[in-house]
């Protein structure tokens, strides 16, 4: 497999200062399409999805809204490379890999993939956590890419991060599902909000304190979230995660490209 060198000195000054980028125009129009319709065509598989890899959103759940679709009933999918061979041959997009080498490598895991819905007006809120909290990973050489599969502002619930947050360690976290997050809501005088355009990635340290709230709009705002982690890492025992397992090794000893 071929990795491209795309991180620039820049970016990665940026990283360890801040916690996170942008990188802009990260995926192509045409690459984001095809994850577009694949999402759809997963979806269209509900109430078969096994029920570990779906969340509903919580205000359909209750039956306060009926959408008007199934797709848009759907708040996350989990373990994409478990949903189709597209999803899984992602894990390894060059572009993604050749980041992941450098900021954490030469020996790297797909540990978490994640599908985030957030549907016109009903979407709700993800409050402020790290999600290293959720993995408890040691030592914490773990990152993420939130990919924008639609145009994301504030309105329709783009993400929120406060810039040099990585530094300061997990904080205290409580709560469940989607109220799972930091115990003391941090001062957000500092906090950015991260406009981004489809097809954009937003890299950012899996210590980094971040936050999207609901969708008030019209308009959908989903993403798909990929993490990476060095194969080094290893996951404590009080880990609120539902697993402690990589997806899939992407690069170094054990990893297992597609063919083709």
């Known amino acids: 497999m071929t990795t491209e060198t795309l991180l620039s000195a820049a970016q990665k000054s940026t990283f360890d200062r801040d916690g996170y980028f942008i990188a802009e125009a990260f995926l192509s129009p045409d690459e984001v399409e095809s994850i577009r319709r694949e999402i759809t065509a997963i979806v269209d598989r509900y109430p078969d999805v096994p029920e570990e890899l779906v ?49 954490i490598g030469p020996d790297v895991s797909l540990f978490q993939s994640m599908l985030l819905m957030k549907p016109p007006r009903f979407g709700g809120q993800k409050v402020w956590h790290q999600d290293n909290a959720y993995f408890r990973l040691e030592p914490n050489d773990v990152f993420g890419f939130w990919i924008a599969l639609d145009d994301a502002d504030v309105a329709n619930g783009c993400m929120h991060v406060i810039p040099g947050s990585h530094r300061a360690g997990i904080g205290e976290h409580g709560g469940v599902e989607d109220d799972y997050g930091l115990s003391s809501a941090p001062t957000t005088d500092d906090a950015v909000a991260c406009v981004m355009k489809s097809g954009d990635a937003l890299v950012f340290h899996g210590e980094t304190y971040h936050y999207t709230p609901p969708n008030s709009s019209d308009r959908r705002r989903r993403a798909l979230q990929y993490h990476y982690a060095s194969t080094h890492c290893r996951s404590s025992k009080d880990s609120p995660f539902k697993s402690t397992e990589p997806e899939v090794i992407v690069a170094g000893a054990g990893a297992r490209p597609p063919e083709g």
């Open 55 to 103: 969340q509903i959103e919580p205000a359909v759940r209750r039956g306060a809204v009926t959408p008007e679709s199934t797709e848009l009933g759907v708040r996350k999918l989990f373990r994409m490379t478990r949903h189709s061979e597209l999803f899984r041959a992602l894990a390894f997009h060059p572009r993604m890999v050749g980041m992941a080498l450098e900021l």
